[in-house]
Structure formats: structure tokens, C-alpha cells
């Protein structure tokens, strides 16, 4: 959407009552280049009324030019300059609260002592009774060491903080589940799977989050081996998952058929590897990959990819999807006609949607369709319901099918905040999960 890359502030305005000053200062604002979003009256008095005006800004520089013109209106005063999202982070998005009010002794001996003893003696007897008995079964935890956040790189662990809580405000919004923010202040390996192995009895899933390449591939790999729990990072395979659910939709829409094409990826870190492979198992054939790293191509190769150069993949293949993070990468002049191009690095892409169809692709996009949400809160929620220990390709590419079975015509994705679509990723990754365990069971002599 346009007002992604822009500055928004809520100006509160103390205006004269009187006709046209508002119209005269929203005026302004519009000529000097300013977004008007929602305009609210807070008090309406005789001579004054106060509103809350959101105005977006290109830049600090923009915005302090909008802040003058209101100053030098003499038929307004400017109150207040409110930045609502620091508002809406002071304190954390996220708490932990009782499900039951503890108003009465008896209450309390039930929830706590002496009452809790004897349900702590039962799990030790059977700790199977911990999944019935406590929040272990919703319980997520969300571990990163914020080397790799959104676009900011490495932050740090600590600097992570408000994007590991936004991930568990949305899973507990979308699908019920508590994700709790791990962050572990170091980038050791070994350190960060120790942690978390030793963590991991509290939870039904770990979630791996903003964790830079190679490093990410090692740590989910060696948790998976040594946890009994689902282990997923999110910047690989939830990435993989939405696009591949956009890319089916993609074709679809533009009439390509996905069989009998082949598919190139720019860029092979943790999301475009992940991208690379997913489509290689769903569709059978190998994946054409450019990066700069030589490693990175060396690892698409073992996963059964074709190393390539960007050159090379824009002149052979009929679907680029570029995960770079270098805007303009692609030029128009290197667009085929007919492809379908994905590039979905953000805040800009690699090329831009219009840019690319004027050149001749048949169907682009970039990444603000193609978004992580729609598909981890379902998985892990799936997952967990399933009591499986491990997610699948087969479970990924369940997930991607629902989502691309509950996109609108004409859409390519679904809205993210539709919960019956999470509740349908939910069921297809719980759905797939029964059917391999009971593929895999040993039913010999069950019949006889």
C-alpha cells in the first residue's frame, strides 16, 4: 500500500470555530505534498474545536514542513504531535494474565497450594498428563537472536523485542495460541540450540525467528533432531508456503501453465532456499538459483538446484521470484515476455509490479502481498493440534493449498486478517499430519 514507506503522526489541532479554517489548513497540508488520513473531533466548543488530524510524511524533513505550516496558521494551534505506533508499544503488546480470578482462599488452594500438589504428582506418575493438566499445549515459543530482523539486519537480541511480540499478538489473536518471545543474547550456534533444548519442556512449538543465514539452516536443522516438538522458522518456511499459495493463484489468474515452465530464484538466503525447495518438491523439477554467495548456491545445489546467474535465469525462466533485498535489481529490459515475476523484497522490490508488466510479464507482484502471516499462525496451530513432533513438506505444502483455496477471485492472496482462513491452514496442516501418521503405521496383523 502506498502510506507503507511513509511517516504517520497524528496532529491534535485547537482550530477557530469559524467556516473554512479547517478546509484552509487541510488545503495546505495537501499542497505541500502531505496524505490526510482520518480526521477526528475530540471537543466541539463556542469558539474553538479541537480534532485529531493523521497526516503521512515522505520523510522527518516532510514531516517537519507540515509541522510548520500548522504552526504558522493563525487560525490554528497546534496542541500536540502524537507518534501512535510508539503508543501503542509503551508497556509491550503482551501479557501473561490468570484464566481464573483468585478473589478467595479456597480459590486459591485450588490453583496453587495445596491443591496443585497433587496434579504436579500425577504428571510425575504420567507426563502425559502435563499436555491435559497445563498451558504447555498452547504455549509457543518465539526465540531469536535478532541478527536478522525484517529490514533492519542485526539488532540484536533485545531490539527484537517488539517484533517477537507482535508475532505472538498475532498468533493469539488468529488461532488461539500463547507465543512467548525468547530472546538469547548471543549468536553462537551452539549456545542458541543448548538454550533452547533446555527450554523446550515448556512448550508444544518453537518458532525460530529473524535468525540470519547460514546459521538459521544449522539451528533449526540440530533442534529438530534433538527436540519432540515442531521446529520451524518462520523466515524459511513461511515465506516458502504464502509463496507458493501466490504463485498457484499467480498462474491461474494469468492462465500459465506451472508444469510445463521453470522457475529461477534470485537470491538464496533463508527465505529463497526455502522458496527454491518447496517448489522443487511440489512440482518435481529442479530450481534455477542466483546469489551472490557462492556457499549459498553451493547448498541450493545439494538440495538439487541449478546454480545460475541472474542473466541467466531471466532469459530461461518462465517464474522469477527474487528475495534479494536489492531494489532494482531487475531491470525492465531483462523482462521475457510472459513471465510471472514475484519480487519480493521490502520495502522495495527488485523491480517494481508496473514496471515489470509494462515490459511484458503476464503477472508481478511484490512483497506486500506475499506476507509471513498468512501462513505460521495456521501451521504451528495445526501442528500443535496434530501432536506431531515434526512439520513436514507435505504438511507445508497442505498449508499452502488452503491458502490458495481461500484466496477471492481475482485476488492473489487471502486477507491476512480473515481467521477462517487460518482456521483452514489449521485444519489442511492437522488433516495432513493423520493422514502420514496412519501412511507410516505399522498396521501388519491389525485385520487378522
Known amino acids: 500500500m502506498w502510506w507503507e514507506n511513509k511517516i504517520m503522526r ?8 469559524s467556516p473554512g479554517v479547517l478546509g484552509h489548513l487541510l488545503a495546505e497540508l495537501g499542497d505541500a505534498g502531505g496524505f490526510l488520513g482520518e480526521i477526528k473531533t475530540i471537543h466541539m466548543g463556542r469558539s474553538v474545536v479541537i480534532r485529531d488530524i493523521v497526516v503521512f510524511a515522505d520523510n522527518f524533513s516532510h514531516l ?50 495445596p491443591g496443585v500438589a497433587e496434579v504436579c504428582l500425577r504428571i510425575k506418575e504420567n ?21 536478522a530482523v525484517l529490514g533492519l539486519g542485526d539488532i540484536g537480541a533485545v531490539a527484537s523485542m517488539p517484533v517477537m511480540e507482535g508475532k505472538a499478538c498475532l498468533m493469539e489473536t488468529l488461532v488461539g495460541l500463547s507465543g512467548i518471545p525468547i530472546l538469547i543474547n548471543t549468536k553462537d550456534v551452539d549456545e542458541i540450540v543448548k538454550t533452547v533444548v533446555t527450554i523446550a519442556p515448556t512448550f508444544s512449538a518453537i518458532q525460530l525467528e529473524d535468525i540470519s543465514a547460514p546459521r538459521c539452516f544449522e539451528i533449526e536443522e540440530r533442534l529438530r533432531q534433538q527436540v519432540d516438538i515442531p521446529v520451524l522458522h518462520d523466515d524459511q518456511h513461511g515465506t516458502a508456503v504464502v509463496v507458493l499459495a501466490a504463485l498457484l493463484n499467480a498462474a491461474k489468474m494469468s492462465g500459465v501453465d506451472l508444469k510445463s ?22 512440482f518435481g523439477q529442479s530450481v534455477k538459483g542466483a546469489d551472490i554467495n557462492e556457499d549459498a548456491q553451493k547448498r541450493l545445489a545439494r538440495a538439487g538446484g541449478i546454480p545460475a546467474d541472474l542473466e541467466e535465469i531471466m532469459q530461461s525462466c518462465g517464474v522469477v521470484i527474487a528475495t534479494t533485498g536489492v531494489p532494482g535489481l531487475i531491470k525492465p529490459e531483462m523482462i521475457q515476455p510472459g513471465q510471472i515475476i514475484l519480487a519480493l523484497s521490502n520495502p522495495r522490490p527488485e523491480i517494481k509490479p508496473d514496471e515489470a508488466l509494462a515490459a511484458g510479464a503476464v503477472f508481478a507482484a511484490d512483497g506486500r502481498s506475499v506476507n509471513n502471516i498468512l501462513g505460521f499462525p495456521g501451521i504451528f496451530r495445526g501442528a500443535v493440534d496434530a501432536k506431531v513432533s515434526d512439520i513436514t513438506e507435505e504438511m507445508l505444502e497442505a498449508a499452502a493449498l488452503a491458502i490458495a483455496e481461500s484466496t477471492p477471485p481475482g485476488e492473489l492472496v487471502p486477507n491476512p486478517l480473515d481467521r477462517q482462513v487460518h482456521r483452514r491452514v489449521a485444519q489442511a496442516v492437522a488433516r495432513k499430519a493423520l493422514e502420514l501418521r496412519l501412511s507410516r503405521a505399522d498396521l501388519s496383523g491389525y485385520f487378522d
Not at 10 to 17: D, I, M, N, S, V
Not at 68 to 96: C, F, S, T, Y
Not at 127 to 147: C, E, K, M, Q, Y
Not at 265 to 276: C, K, N, S, T
Request: net charge positive.
Open 127 to 147: 507426563p502425559h498428563l502435563a499436555w491435559r493438566f497445563t498451558a504447555i499445549n498452547h504455549l509457543v515459543a518465539i526465540v531469536s537472536d535478532g541478527s
Open 64 to 113: 517537519d514542513k507540515l509541522i510548520k505550516i500548522v504552526n504558522d496558521n493563525p487560525d490554528v494551534n497546534l496542541l500536540e504531535v502524537r507518534d501512535e505506533v510508539l503508543e501503542v508499544h509503551q508497556g509491550g503488546k503482551i501479557a501473561v494474565r490468570s484464566r481464573y480470578k483468585i478473589d478467595s482462599l479456597s480459590q486459591l488452594r485450588r490453583v496453587y497450594t
Open 10 to 17: 497524528t496532529f491534535r489541532c485547537q482550530l477557530k470555530q
Open 261 to 282: 515452465t521453470h522457475f529461477g530464484q534470485i537470491g538464496l538466503g533463508a527465505a529463497g532456499l526455502a522458496v527454491a525447495k518447496m517448489l522443487m518438491h511440489y
